[in-house]
C-alpha cells in the first residue's frame, strides 16, 4: 500500500528566505511523485510531477523537488520566497502501475505555508 | 480549455433538505473523482468514475450520498437528505487513463445549517 507523509502542518518562513516542505512516500514499487497547491478558496493546482525521468523536477513559480530514492523523500524547496508563496502544499502518490486499475492518487494531510515580511 | 467547471462555488441549506452539486470534467478526459475537503480529515476520496462508470465507491460516507455520471461531460454528487457534518469542500478532478495526475476542479463550498 502507498502512502504519503508530509513533516510539518505548518512552515513560516521569511519573504526572500529557503522554501522547504518534506514529503516522504512509502510505496512497493517505484512510485509517481506530485505537488499540488492549494491557493485560498480555490481547486488544488498542479505545482509539478516525477514520472521517472529526471530525478530533479522543476515546476511553476520557481519550485523545484527532487526525488530520492534512497531517502523515499520528494522534497519541495524554492530559493526564495514570495508573499504569493502563501498557500496549502499537497503532497501526492500514484502507483505506475494502475494497481486496483486506475490513477489514485493518495494525499498528504498538506502543510500551510505562511511568509511574513 | 476551461479546465473542470463546478457548480455552484457556494451552497448553503437546510438540514434535511437535498444539495446536488455538479461538475463538467475536461473535454476528453475519461476518468473523474469526487473529493471532500474538511479540516478534520483533510481530502477524501468519495468516488471515481472511468468511462462513466463508477468503478470505487468507497469513500461514499452512508447511503445519503450518491454520484451519477450520465455522459462523459456531466457528473452530480447528490446528499439526501443534508445533515451539517456534511459541511466542507466538495472537488471534482478529471483524468485521462495511464495521464498521471489529476485536474481539479474549484471545488464547491457547502454549508449545511
Known amino acids: 500500500a502507498q502512502s504519503v507523509t508530509q513533516l510539518g502542518s505548518h512552515v513560516s518562513v521569511s519573504e526572500g528566505a529557503l522554501v522547504l516542505l518534506r514529503c516522504n512516500y512509502s510505496?512497493?514499487?517505484?512510485?509517481?511523485l506530485f505537488w499540488y497547491v492549494q491557493y485560498p478558496n480555490q481547486g488544488l493546482q498542479l505545482l509539478l510531477k516525477?514520472?521517472?525521468?529526471?530525478?530533479l523536477v522543476k515546476g511553476i513559480n520557481g519550485f523545484e523537488a527532487e526525488f530520492k530514492k534512497s531517502e523515499t523523500s520528494f522534497h519541495l524547496t524554492k530559493p526564495s520566497a514570495h508573499m504569493s508563496d502563501a498557500a496549502e502544499y499537497f503532497c501526492a502518490v500514484s502507483d505506475p502501475l494502475f494497481s486496483g486499475g486506475y490513477n489514485k492518487l493518495i494525499f498528504g494531510a498538506g502543510t500551510r505555508l505562511a511568509v511574513h515580511p | 480549455d476551461a479546465g473542470v467547471i463546478q457548480s455552484p462555488r457556494h451552497e448553503v441549506t437546510e438540514m434535511g433538505q437535498e444539495v446536488t452539486l455538479r461538475c463538467k470534467p475536461i473535454?476528453?478526459?475519461?476518468?473523474l473523482f469526487w473529493y471532500r475537503q474538511t479540516m478534520m480529515r483533510g481530502l477524501e476520496l468519495l468516488i471515481y468514475f472511468n468511462n462513466n462508470v463508477p468503478i470505487d465507491d468507497s469513500g461514499m460516507p452512508e447511503d445519503r450520498f450518491s454520484a451519477k455520471m450520465p455522459n462523459a461531460s456531466f457528473s452530480t454528487l447528490k446528499i439526501q437528505p443534508s445533515e451539517p457534518r456534511d459541511s466542507a469542500v466538495y472537488f471534482c478532478?478529471?483524468?485521462?487513463?495511464?495521464?498521471?495526475?489529476?485536474?481539479f476542479g474549484s471545488g464547491t463550498r457547502l454549508t449545511v445549517v
Open positions: 510505496s512497493s514499487v517505484p512510485p509517481y
Open positions: 473535454s476528453g478526459h475519461n476518468s
Open positions: 478532478a478529471s483524468s485521462l487513463d495511464r495521464v498521471p495526475g489529476y485536474t
Open positions: 516525477y514520472t521517472s525521468a529526471a530525478t
